[in-house]
């Protein structure tokens, strides 16, 4: 069995069903876990492509520093636009 370069993994199609701690889609941060007694933190993105007629929708989970990055760069992006004109 031939041996890898550096910086290359491979996994098997299992990785997709494994069920375990879910992890931030942007950075790969473990999420915490819901707690009984305060407020979720995690962040939920919200991807839209189109091909044809067909939509597609994928609401990735993002931590909470990831998603008030994004948040603040979209936030700041659509001001520029409307200054712009």
């Known amino acids: 069995m031939s041996e ?4 290359f993994v491979t996994a098997s199609h299992a990785i997709l069903f494994e069920e375990g701690d879910e992890r931030c ?3 790969s941060e473990l999420l915490e876990a819901e707690d009984e007694d305060g407020p979720e ?8 492509w189109a091909r ?3 939509r597609r929708y ?3 989970h993002l931590c909470p520093s990831c998603a008030s990055a994004i ?3 979209a ?5 520029i636009e409307e200054d712009e004109g």
């Open 25 to 27: 889609s942007v950075c």
């Open 41 to 48: 933190l995690r962040g939920r993105g919200l991807l839209v």
């Open 58 to 60: 994928e609401e990735p």
């Open 75 to 79: 936030l700041q992006r659509w001001e």
């Open 52 to 54: 044809g007629e067909e």
């Open 4 to 7: 890898l370069p550096k910086g």
């Open 71 to 73: 948040g603040v760069s």
